[in-house]
Protein backbone atom coordinates (compact mmCIF):
# COMPACT_ATOMS: atom_id res chain seq x y z
CA UNK A 1 0.00 0.00 0.00
CA UNK A 2 1.18 3.36 -0.48
CA UNK A 3 2.94 5.58 2.54
CA UNK A 4 0.61 8.28 1.30
CA UNK A 5 -2.71 6.88 1.35
CA UNK A 6 -1.50 5.39 4.56
CA UNK A 7 -0.94 8.88 6.04
CA UNK A 8 -4.30 9.81 4.49
CA UNK A 9 -6.01 7.70 5.61
CA UNK A 10 -4.75 7.46 9.22
CA UNK A 11 -3.82 10.89 9.56
CA UNK A 12 -2.79 10.54 13.48
CA UNK A 13 -0.75 7.64 13.21
CA UNK A 14 2.37 9.95 11.08
CA UNK A 15 2.48 11.94 14.10
CA UNK A 16 2.58 9.73 16.31
CA UNK A 17 5.36 7.44 14.49
CA UNK A 18 7.35 11.09 14.54
CA UNK A 19 6.74 11.53 18.19
CA UNK A 20 7.85 7.79 19.55
CA UNK A 21 10.60 7.77 17.11
CA UNK A 22 11.87 11.23 18.86
CA UNK A 23 11.09 9.71 22.14
CA UNK A 24 12.97 6.61 21.36
CA UNK A 25 16.15 8.89 20.37
CA UNK A 26 16.40 10.82 23.26
CA UNK A 27 15.72 8.24 25.85
CA UNK A 28 18.27 6.30 24.11
CA UNK A 29 20.87 9.03 23.58
CA UNK A 30 20.19 10.12 27.08
CA UNK A 31 20.63 6.94 28.53
CA UNK A 32 23.74 6.07 26.77
CA UNK A 33 25.91 9.60 27.36
CA UNK A 34 24.84 9.06 31.33
CA UNK A 35 26.14 5.51 31.01
CA UNK A 36 29.29 6.73 29.36
CA UNK A 37 29.74 9.19 32.22
CA UNK A 38 29.52 6.67 34.97
CA UNK A 39 31.58 4.31 33.28
CA UNK A 40 34.20 6.61 32.86
CA UNK A 41 33.67 7.48 36.54
CA UNK A 42 33.93 3.73 37.60
CA UNK A 43 37.18 3.52 35.28
CA UNK A 44 38.75 6.49 37.01
CA UNK A 45 37.65 5.38 40.11
CA UNK A 46 39.86 1.80 39.37
CA UNK A 47 42.28 3.67 38.39
CA UNK A 48 42.63 5.53 41.96
CA UNK A 49 42.28 1.94 43.72
CA UNK A 50 45.19 0.53 41.51
CA UNK A 51 47.38 3.00 42.27
CA UNK A 52 46.30 3.18 45.99
CA UNK A 53 47.74 -0.49 45.84
CA UNK A 54 51.07 0.57 43.88
CA UNK A 55 51.76 2.66 46.51
CA UNK A 56 51.52 -0.15 48.96
CA UNK A 57 53.44 -2.35 47.26
CA UNK A 58 55.86 -0.05 46.07
CA UNK A 59 56.56 1.20 49.70
CA UNK A 60 56.98 -3.00 50.73
CA UNK A 61 59.37 -3.12 47.63
CA UNK A 62 61.76 -0.09 48.64
CA UNK A 63 61.42 -1.59 52.73
CA UNK A 64 62.48 -5.33 51.23
CA UNK A 65 65.43 -3.55 49.11
CA UNK A 66 66.89 -1.59 51.85
CA UNK A 67 66.54 -5.20 54.21
CA UNK A 68 68.08 -7.24 51.26
CA UNK A 69 71.36 -4.46 51.11
CA UNK A 70 71.70 -4.09 54.57
CA UNK A 71 71.58 -8.12 54.80
CA UNK A 72 74.13 -8.68 52.09
CA UNK A 73 76.14 -5.36 50.96
CA UNK A 74 74.80 -5.96 47.45
CA UNK A 75 73.65 -2.70 45.49
CA UNK A 76 71.39 -4.65 43.16
CA UNK A 77 69.32 -5.10 46.08
CA UNK A 78 69.02 -1.00 46.10
CA UNK A 79 67.53 -1.35 42.79
CA UNK A 80 63.81 -2.20 44.06
CA UNK A 81 64.11 0.69 46.31
CA UNK A 82 65.24 2.87 43.30
CA UNK A 83 62.46 1.40 40.81
CA UNK A 84 59.90 1.61 44.61
CA UNK A 85 60.63 5.46 44.59
CA UNK A 86 59.63 6.01 40.71
CA UNK A 87 56.27 4.23 40.64
CA UNK A 88 55.33 5.82 44.25
CA UNK A 89 55.80 9.62 42.75
CA UNK A 90 53.79 8.19 39.23
CA UNK A 91 51.10 6.64 41.60
CA UNK A 92 50.68 9.77 43.75
CA UNK A 93 50.19 11.91 40.54
CA UNK A 94 47.18 9.85 39.54
CA UNK A 95 45.82 10.28 42.73
CA UNK A 96 46.40 13.89 43.48
CA UNK A 97 44.98 14.15 40.56
CA UNK A 98 41.73 12.16 40.88
CA UNK A 99 41.21 13.01 44.65
CA UNK A 100 41.84 17.06 43.64
CA UNK A 101 38.33 17.80 43.96
CA UNK A 102 37.02 16.23 47.42
CA UNK A 103 38.52 17.26 50.44
CA UNK A 104 38.05 14.72 52.92
CA UNK A 105 39.68 12.48 50.57
CA UNK A 106 42.31 15.07 50.02
CA UNK A 107 43.53 15.00 53.58
CA UNK A 108 43.42 11.34 53.89
CA UNK A 109 46.16 11.90 50.70
CA UNK A 110 47.95 14.25 52.50
CA UNK A 111 48.59 11.78 55.63
CA UNK A 112 49.52 9.24 53.10
CA UNK A 113 51.85 11.58 51.25
CA UNK A 114 53.35 12.50 54.50
CA UNK A 115 53.55 8.99 56.05
CA UNK A 116 55.30 7.58 52.66
CA UNK A 117 57.38 10.42 52.73
CA UNK A 118 58.93 10.04 56.32
CA UNK A 119 58.90 6.55 55.46
CA UNK A 120 61.30 6.47 52.32
CA UNK A 121 63.12 9.54 54.36
CA UNK A 122 63.75 6.83 56.93
CA UNK A 123 65.05 4.19 54.34
CA UNK A 124 67.37 6.36 52.85
CA UNK A 125 68.90 7.55 56.36
CA UNK A 126 69.23 3.68 57.06
CA UNK A 127 70.70 3.09 53.30
CA UNK A 128 72.89 6.26 53.76
CA UNK A 129 74.77 5.60 57.64
CA UNK A 130 75.08 1.99 56.27
CA UNK A 131 77.05 3.48 53.63
CA UNK A 132 79.03 5.63 55.70
CA UNK A 133 80.29 2.31 58.06
CA UNK A 134 77.84 3.00 60.87
CA UNK A 135 75.75 -0.11 60.77
CA UNK A 136 75.10 -0.32 64.46
CA UNK A 137 73.06 2.77 63.92
CA UNK A 138 71.69 1.63 60.12
CA UNK A 139 70.35 -1.66 62.26
CA UNK A 140 69.02 0.06 65.38
CA UNK A 141 66.79 2.61 62.82
CA UNK A 142 65.90 -1.05 61.40
CA UNK A 143 65.05 -2.53 65.14
CA UNK A 144 62.98 -0.01 66.12
CA UNK A 145 59.38 -0.07 66.01
CA UNK A 146 59.05 3.22 63.88
CA UNK A 147 58.78 1.61 60.76
CA UNK A 148 56.22 -0.54 61.98
CA UNK A 149 53.54 1.98 62.98
CA UNK A 150 54.57 3.88 59.99
CA UNK A 151 53.33 0.92 58.06
CA UNK A 152 50.56 0.36 60.07
CA UNK A 153 49.55 3.85 59.58
CA UNK A 154 49.87 3.86 55.64
CA UNK A 155 48.05 0.14 55.72
CA UNK A 156 45.53 1.95 57.52
CA UNK A 157 44.87 4.91 55.27
CA UNK A 158 44.97 3.07 52.22
CA UNK A 159 42.72 0.91 53.34
CA UNK A 160 39.92 3.86 54.33
CA UNK A 161 40.70 5.29 50.48
CA UNK A 162 39.97 1.94 49.12
CA UNK A 163 36.75 1.52 51.15
CA UNK A 164 35.63 5.13 49.90
CA UNK A 165 36.41 4.20 46.62
CA UNK A 166 34.55 1.17 46.83
CA UNK A 167 31.43 3.00 47.91
CA UNK A 168 31.73 5.16 45.34
CA UNK A 169 32.12 2.31 42.85
CA UNK A 170 28.69 0.71 44.17
CA UNK A 171 26.98 4.14 43.72
CA UNK A 172 28.37 4.38 40.50
CA UNK A 173 27.04 0.62 39.78
CA UNK A 174 23.77 1.36 41.32
CA UNK A 175 23.45 4.78 39.33
CA UNK A 176 24.01 2.87 36.02
CA UNK A 177 21.26 0.27 37.03
CA UNK A 178 19.28 3.07 37.44
CA UNK A 179 19.47 4.40 33.96
CA UNK A 180 19.57 1.18 32.32
CA UNK A 181 16.31 0.21 34.23
CA UNK A 182 14.28 3.21 32.87
CA UNK A 183 15.99 3.09 29.41
CA UNK A 184 14.33 -0.70 29.64
CA UNK A 185 10.82 0.57 30.52
CA UNK A 186 11.37 3.45 28.19
CA UNK A 187 11.85 1.12 25.01
CA UNK A 188 9.30 -1.10 26.23
CA UNK A 189 6.34 1.63 26.25
CA UNK A 190 7.68 3.18 22.44
CA UNK A 191 7.87 -0.43 21.53
CA UNK A 192 4.53 -1.05 22.52
CA UNK A 193 3.27 2.60 21.51
CA UNK A 194 4.99 1.46 18.01
CA UNK A 195 3.36 -1.81 17.49
CA UNK A 196 -0.01 -0.61 18.33
CA UNK A 197 0.58 2.27 15.77
CA UNK A 198 2.29 -0.72 13.44
CA UNK A 199 -1.37 -2.99 14.14
CA UNK A 200 -3.40 0.17 13.47
CA UNK A 201 -1.69 0.74 10.32
CA UNK A 202 -1.44 -2.58 9.30
CA UNK A 203 -5.02 -4.05 10.02
CA UNK A 204 -6.47 -2.69 6.96
CA UNK A 205 -4.37 -4.20 4.67
CA UNK A 206 -4.57 -7.30 6.37
CA UNK A 207 -7.93 -7.38 5.32
CA UNK A 208 -7.39 -6.32 1.97
CA UNK A 209 -4.84 -9.38 1.73
CA UNK A 210 -7.34 -11.81 3.17
CA UNK A 211 -9.86 -10.63 0.89
CA UNK A 212 -7.19 -10.54 -2.25
CA UNK A 213 -6.51 -14.40 -1.01
CA UNK A 214 -9.90 -15.35 -1.30
CA UNK A 215 -10.28 -13.75 -4.53
CA UNK A 216 -7.02 -15.67 -5.69
CA UNK A 217 -8.21 -18.55 -4.42
CA UNK A 218 -11.45 -17.94 -6.01
CA UNK A 219 -9.64 -17.17 -9.43
CA UNK A 220 -7.32 -20.35 -9.11
CA UNK A 221 -10.23 -22.66 -8.52
CA UNK A 222 -11.79 -21.15 -11.92
CA UNK A 223 -8.17 -21.76 -13.78
CA UNK A 224 -8.13 -25.70 -12.39
CA UNK A 225 -12.16 -25.86 -13.58
CA UNK A 226 -10.78 -24.11 -17.24
CA UNK A 227 -7.56 -26.27 -17.29
CA UNK A 228 -9.93 -29.39 -16.27
CA UNK A 229 -12.32 -28.34 -19.27
CA UNK A 230 -8.95 -27.27 -21.42
CA UNK A 231 -7.68 -30.57 -21.04
CA UNK A 232 -11.50 -32.36 -21.13
CA UNK A 233 -11.81 -30.12 -24.97
CA UNK A 234 -8.01 -31.34 -25.64
CA UNK A 235 -9.29 -34.82 -25.01
CA UNK A 236 -12.35 -34.36 -27.69
CA UNK A 237 -10.50 -32.81 -30.16
CA UNK A 238 -8.04 -35.25 -30.31
CA UNK A 239 -10.54 -37.82 -30.36
CA UNK A 240 -12.51 -36.32 -32.87
CA UNK A 241 -9.39 -35.31 -35.29
CA UNK A 242 -8.55 -39.35 -35.12
CA UNK A 243 -12.36 -39.42 -36.13
CA UNK A 244 -11.61 -37.02 -39.06
CA UNK A 245 -8.48 -39.22 -40.14
CA UNK A 246 -10.01 -42.20 -39.95
CA UNK A 247 -13.14 -40.79 -41.94
CA UNK A 248 -11.12 -39.44 -44.42
CA UNK A 249 -9.33 -42.50 -45.33
CA UNK A 250 -12.27 -44.05 -45.47
CA UNK A 251 -13.22 -41.88 -47.85
CA UNK A 252 -10.25 -42.28 -49.64
CA UNK A 253 -10.27 -46.03 -49.64
CA UNK A 254 -14.02 -45.65 -50.66
CA UNK A 255 -13.06 -43.51 -53.47
CA UNK A 256 -9.96 -45.86 -54.12
CA UNK A 257 -11.85 -48.44 -55.05
CA UNK A 258 -14.86 -46.52 -57.14
CA UNK A 259 -12.22 -45.40 -59.60
CA UNK A 260 -10.25 -48.91 -59.56
CA UNK A 261 -13.89 -50.84 -59.74
CA UNK A 262 -15.48 -48.30 -62.41
CA UNK A 263 -13.25 -45.94 -64.05
CA UNK A 264 -10.86 -48.34 -64.19
CA UNK A 265 -13.38 -50.89 -65.74
CA UNK A 266 -14.58 -47.96 -68.21
CA UNK A 267 -11.11 -46.83 -69.51
CA UNK A 268 -10.27 -50.77 -69.53
CA UNK A 269 -13.61 -50.90 -71.86
CA UNK A 270 -13.02 -48.16 -73.91
CA UNK A 271 -9.37 -49.21 -74.86
CA UNK A 272 -10.71 -52.73 -75.74
CA UNK A 273 -13.23 -50.80 -77.96
CA UNK A 274 -10.43 -49.03 -79.67
CA UNK A 275 -8.23 -51.76 -80.01
CA UNK A 276 -11.60 -53.64 -81.71
CA UNK A 277 -12.20 -50.66 -84.36
CA UNK A 278 -8.60 -50.40 -85.18
CA UNK A 279 -8.55 -54.20 -85.98
CA UNK A 280 -11.97 -53.34 -88.62
CA UNK A 281 -10.24 -50.25 -90.06
CA UNK A 282 -6.70 -51.81 -90.93
CA UNK A 283 -5.66 -50.79 -94.29
CA UNK A 284 -9.46 -48.30 -95.18
CA UNK A 285 -9.21 -45.35 -93.56
CA UNK A 286 -5.26 -44.06 -92.51
CA UNK A 287 -6.32 -40.84 -90.76
CA UNK A 288 -8.83 -42.75 -88.93
CA UNK A 289 -6.44 -45.11 -87.68
CA UNK A 290 -3.90 -42.15 -86.47
CA UNK A 291 -7.04 -40.85 -84.24
CA UNK A 292 -7.45 -44.12 -82.76
CA UNK A 293 -3.79 -45.09 -82.14
CA UNK A 294 -3.99 -41.23 -80.45
CA UNK A 295 -7.13 -42.35 -78.64
CA UNK A 296 -5.21 -45.26 -77.11
CA UNK A 297 -2.55 -43.45 -76.21
CA UNK A 298 -4.87 -41.15 -74.45
CA UNK A 299 -6.99 -44.05 -72.63
CA UNK A 300 -3.66 -45.53 -71.55
CA UNK A 301 -2.48 -42.27 -69.90
CA UNK A 302 -5.98 -41.86 -68.31
CA UNK A 303 -5.37 -45.63 -67.25
CA UNK A 304 -1.69 -44.66 -65.66
CA UNK A 305 -3.20 -41.34 -63.94
CA UNK A 306 -6.06 -42.98 -62.36
CA UNK A 307 -2.99 -45.70 -61.11
CA UNK A 308 -1.24 -42.98 -59.62
CA UNK A 309 -4.11 -41.12 -58.08
CA UNK A 310 -5.67 -44.63 -56.44
CA UNK A 311 -1.80 -45.53 -54.94
CA UNK A 312 -2.26 -41.52 -53.60
CA UNK A 313 -5.56 -42.02 -52.38
CA UNK A 314 -4.55 -46.05 -50.58
CA UNK A 315 -1.29 -46.86 -51.22
CA UNK A 316 -1.80 -50.70 -52.44
CA UNK A 317 1.81 -51.56 -51.35
CA UNK A 318 1.00 -50.72 -47.39
CA UNK A 319 -1.63 -53.99 -47.55
CA UNK A 320 0.17 -56.05 -49.67
CA UNK A 321 4.08 -55.49 -49.29
CA UNK A 322 3.83 -54.13 -45.47
CA UNK A 323 5.19 -50.60 -43.91
CA UNK A 324 9.03 -50.89 -44.29
CA UNK A 325 8.92 -52.03 -48.04
CA UNK A 326 6.19 -48.93 -49.07
CA UNK A 327 8.19 -46.32 -47.42
CA UNK A 328 11.09 -47.62 -49.55
CA UNK A 329 8.99 -46.87 -52.91
CA UNK A 330 8.29 -43.53 -51.73
CA UNK A 331 11.76 -42.82 -50.96
CA UNK A 332 12.91 -44.52 -53.66
CA UNK A 333 10.45 -42.41 -56.13
CA UNK A 334 10.75 -39.51 -54.64
CA UNK A 335 14.50 -40.12 -55.24
CA UNK A 336 14.39 -40.56 -58.55
CA UNK A 337 12.23 -37.21 -59.44
CA UNK A 338 13.80 -34.67 -57.46
CA UNK A 339 17.40 -35.87 -57.46
CA UNK A 340 17.87 -35.62 -54.07
CA UNK A 341 19.78 -39.07 -52.61
CA UNK A 342 18.27 -40.25 -49.96
CA UNK A 343 18.99 -43.38 -47.78
CA UNK A 344 16.97 -45.80 -45.73
CA UNK A 345 17.25 -47.62 -43.09
CA UNK A 346 13.79 -49.38 -42.01
CA UNK A 347 13.36 -52.28 -40.30
CA UNK A 348 10.07 -54.31 -40.19
CA UNK A 349 7.47 -53.74 -37.32
CA UNK A 350 4.40 -54.66 -35.97
CA UNK A 351 1.65 -51.45 -35.93
CA UNK A 352 -1.99 -51.51 -36.27
CA UNK A 353 -2.95 -50.73 -40.40
CA UNK A 354 -4.16 -46.75 -39.34
CA UNK A 355 -0.81 -46.51 -37.70
CA UNK A 356 1.10 -47.94 -40.30
CA UNK A 357 -1.15 -45.02 -42.87
CA UNK A 358 0.03 -42.54 -39.97
CA UNK A 359 3.32 -43.05 -40.29
CA UNK A 360 3.28 -43.46 -44.37
CA UNK A 361 0.95 -40.49 -44.33
CA UNK A 362 3.92 -38.69 -41.89
CA UNK A 363 6.73 -39.63 -44.65
CA UNK A 364 4.61 -38.11 -47.34
CA UNK A 365 4.16 -35.01 -45.77
CA UNK A 366 7.77 -34.95 -44.67
CA UNK A 367 9.08 -35.77 -48.24
CA UNK A 368 6.66 -32.90 -49.55
CA UNK A 369 7.65 -30.08 -47.39
CA UNK A 370 11.59 -31.12 -48.28
CA UNK A 371 10.47 -30.58 -51.47
CA UNK A 372 8.67 -27.32 -51.07
CA UNK A 373 10.95 -25.76 -48.60
CA UNK A 374 14.30 -27.54 -47.85
CA UNK A 375 16.49 -27.61 -50.89
CA UNK A 376 18.32 -30.43 -49.35
CA UNK A 377 21.23 -32.54 -51.05
CA UNK A 378 20.55 -35.50 -48.98
CA UNK A 379 17.35 -37.20 -47.23
CA UNK A 380 17.80 -40.01 -44.34
CA UNK A 381 14.73 -41.88 -43.54
CA UNK A 382 14.87 -44.60 -40.67
CA UNK A 383 12.30 -46.91 -39.37
CA UNK A 384 12.94 -48.68 -35.90
CA UNK A 385 11.97 -50.97 -32.95
CA UNK A 386 12.53 -49.96 -29.60
CA UNK A 387 11.31 -50.75 -26.20
CA UNK A 388 7.96 -50.40 -26.29
CA UNK A 389 7.01 -47.98 -29.48
CA UNK A 390 8.08 -47.55 -32.71
CA UNK A 391 10.03 -44.62 -33.97
CA UNK A 392 10.04 -42.82 -37.62
CA UNK A 393 12.50 -40.04 -37.87
CA UNK A 394 12.69 -38.27 -41.47
CA UNK A 395 15.95 -36.09 -42.00
CA UNK A 396 17.37 -33.54 -44.37
CA UNK A 397 20.43 -31.46 -44.68
CA UNK A 398 18.52 -28.01 -45.99
CA UNK A 399 18.05 -25.35 -44.91
CA UNK A 400 16.38 -25.30 -41.86
CA UNK A 401 14.34 -23.03 -39.91
CA UNK A 402 14.11 -21.08 -36.43
CA UNK A 403 11.33 -23.38 -34.30
CA UNK A 404 10.44 -20.83 -32.05
CA UNK A 405 9.23 -18.25 -34.65
CA UNK A 406 5.64 -19.77 -35.83
CA UNK A 407 6.09 -19.93 -39.35
CA UNK A 408 3.60 -18.51 -41.87
CA UNK A 409 1.94 -22.13 -42.81
CA UNK A 410 2.54 -24.73 -40.35
CA UNK A 411 -0.58 -26.41 -41.15
CA UNK A 412 1.07 -29.38 -42.55
CA UNK A 413 3.52 -30.06 -39.36
CA UNK A 414 0.07 -29.60 -37.24
CA UNK A 415 -1.22 -32.32 -39.20
CA UNK A 416 1.72 -34.58 -38.49
CA UNK A 417 1.39 -33.75 -34.82
CA UNK A 418 -2.45 -34.37 -34.87
CA UNK A 419 -1.78 -37.49 -36.66
CA UNK A 420 0.66 -39.22 -34.34
CA UNK A 421 -1.46 -37.80 -31.36
CA UNK A 422 -4.36 -39.01 -32.38
CA UNK A 423 -2.59 -42.64 -32.54
CA UNK A 424 -1.39 -41.93 -28.85
CA UNK A 425 1.97 -41.43 -30.24
CA UNK A 426 4.70 -38.34 -29.81
CA UNK A 427 6.04 -35.81 -32.90
CA UNK A 428 9.53 -33.89 -32.31
CA UNK A 429 11.08 -31.28 -34.35
CA UNK A 430 14.41 -30.10 -34.22
CA UNK A 431 15.47 -27.54 -37.08
CA UNK A 432 18.08 -24.35 -36.45
CA UNK A 433 18.39 -22.17 -39.87
CA UNK A 434 21.13 -24.12 -41.55
CA UNK A 435 21.46 -26.95 -40.00
CA UNK A 436 18.67 -28.83 -41.96
CA UNK A 437 15.40 -30.70 -39.99
CA UNK A 438 14.45 -33.63 -38.19
CA UNK A 439 11.09 -34.74 -37.46
CA UNK A 440 10.60 -37.48 -35.18
CA UNK A 441 7.90 -39.64 -34.42
CA UNK A 442 7.28 -42.40 -31.74
CA UNK A 443 3.97 -44.86 -31.51
CA UNK A 444 3.05 -47.58 -29.43
CA UNK A 445 4.14 -51.11 -30.51
CA UNK A 446 1.33 -53.64 -31.20
CA UNK A 447 2.02 -56.97 -31.39
CA UNK A 448 -1.55 -57.82 -33.17
CA UNK A 449 -1.79 -59.35 -36.51
CA UNK A 450 -3.92 -57.46 -38.48
CA UNK A 451 -5.37 -58.96 -41.87
CA UNK A 452 -4.18 -57.12 -44.92
CA UNK A 453 -6.91 -56.33 -47.35
CA UNK A 454 -4.94 -56.79 -50.74
CA UNK A 455 -6.00 -53.88 -53.29
CA UNK A 456 -4.88 -54.59 -56.63
CA UNK A 457 -5.79 -51.23 -59.32
Not at 192 to 201: G, N, Q
Not at 320 to 337: K, P, Q, S, V, Y
Request: glycine letters at 6%; a neutral charge; proline letters at 3%.
Amino acid sequence: MDVFKVVKRYPIIFPLACVAAAAMVFISEGSYWQSVGTLNEMGATGAAHTSINALQRSILDAETGQRGYLLTSRKEYLQPYANARKQIDESFLVLDRYYGQEPASRDALKKLHALIETRLSEIAVTIRLYEEGRVDSAREIVLSDIGKEQMDAIRTISAELQEHEARHVAAKRDDLLQTLRLNRIGVVLLSTLSLFALFMVLRRPFAIERRQQGQRRQVQAERDLLESEVKHRTAQLTELTHHLQTAREDERHRLARDLHDELGALLTSAKLDAARIKSRLAGTAPEALALLAHLVETLNSGIALGRRIIEDLRPSALSNLGLAATLEILAREFADHSGVEVQCALEPVDLEPTAELTVYRLVQEAITNITKYARASHVWVSLAKREDCVEISIRDDGVGFDTTVPPSSAYGLVGMRFRVEAQGGTLVVVSSPGRGTLIQARLPNSTLSAEREPLNP
